[in-house]
């Protein structure tokens, strides 16, 4: 199956990938790897990618798209893939649609895990992360058993910089104006199914499965 994971920051598309990847026997595309794989291997598109990031620009997206392509070309994902964090706007849903087209391969599938703001947030700003281990902890929804100290290693616990408040906040605010857009892309497309993205972890993984399943 060819198939998109949708949702905010915090919204466990990452965590569902990971597991529905080895479930499949399918690769998780991550455009972020894409990137980072390709300038350490110093490949062409690597290079204009690494021009960019060097400058402080946004790598754009006819290289994202690139590296999708010759992604997708490898073995082990001809059976299917599943991208996450792309497209993220509609101008690359758009692109990425034109690629697949020209391959004869579109999308079957896009799979938005729909988490409401508030829990969002409860997410990402009470997560800590233990100094010793990195063993991630909540405040909120999976506190450690002695405040600031890891279960596993007594550890102290710290919160990421960018895990406060204004900058959470924004990272969602982006998300609303720029990737929102593209569940009503996808539902024109009839590719659209929504899930919600709370409660227990495997239920959600069984819930996706069915709709990769359906397939």
Same mark, same amino acid.
């Given at each position: 199956?060819?198939?998109?994971?949708?949702?905010?920051?915090?919204?466990?598309?990452?965590? *569902?990938? =990971? &597991? $529905?990847?080895?479930?499949?026997?399918?690769?998780?595309?991550?455009?972020?790897?894409?990137? @980072?794989?390709? %300038?350490?291997?110093?490949?062409?598109?690597?290079?204009?990618?690494?021009?960019?990031?060097?400058?402080?620009?946004?790598?754009?997206?006819?290289?994202?798209?690139?590296?999708?392509?010759?992604?997708?070309?490898?073995?082990?994902?001809?059976?299917?893939?599943?991208?996450?964090?792309?497209?993220?706007?509609?101008?690359?849903?758009?692109?990425?649609?034109?690629?697949?087209?020209?391959?004869?391969?579109?999308? *079957?599938? =896009? &799979? $938005?895990?729909?988490?409401?703001?508030?829990?969002?947030?409860?997410?990402?700003?009470?997560? @800590?992360?233990? %100094?010793?281990?990195?063993?991630?902890?909540?405040?909120?929804?999976?506190?450690?058993?002695?405040?600031?100290?890891?279960?596993?290693?007594?550890?102290?616990?710290?919160?990421?910089?960018?895990?406060?408040?204004?900058?959470?906040?924004?990272?969602?605010?982006?998300?609303?104006?720029?990737?929102?857009?593209?569940?009503?892309?996808?539902?024109?497309?009839?590719?659209?199914?929504?899930?919600?993205?709370?409660?227990?972890?495997?239920?959600?993984?069984?819930?996706?499965?069915?709709?990769?399943?359906?397939?």
């Amino acid at each position: 199956m060819r198939t998109v994971l949708l949702g905010a920051p915090g919204s466990g598309k990452g965590t *569902q990938g =990971v &597991v $529905l990847a080895k479930k499949y026997k399918i690769p998780q595309i991550s455009t972020g790897d894409l990137l @980072r794989a390709a %300038v350490s291997a110093g490949s062409e598109l690597g290079k204009k990618a690494k021009s960019a990031m060097d400058a402080g620009a946004l790598v754009s997206d006819d290289i994202v798209i690139g590296l999708i392509g010759e992604r997708i070309s490898q073995d082990d994902a001809q059976q299917g893939y599943i991208l996450d964090g792309f497209p993220r706007n509609i101008p690359q849903a758009k692109a990425l649609d034109l690629m697949l087209s020209e391959l004869k391969q579109p999308l *079957q599938s =896009v &799979v $938005l895990l729909d988490v409401p703001f508030e829990e969002l947030m409860q997410r990402l700003t009470g997560r @800590r992360t233990c %100094v010793e281990c990195g063993a991630i902890y909540n405040v909120h929804l999976s506190p450690p058993k002695v405040e600031g100290h890891c279960d596993d290693c007594n550890g102290d616990l710290f919160q990421r910089a960018d895990d406060n408040e204004d900058t959470i906040g924004n990272r969602l605010n982006v998300y609303q104006e720029q990737t929102s857009p593209l569940v009503n892309y996808y539902q024109q497309q009839k590719k659209l199914h929504s899930l919600p993205g709370r409660g227990d972890v495997d239920n959600i993984t069984s819930m996706v499965g069915a709709i990769f399943d359906s397939i």
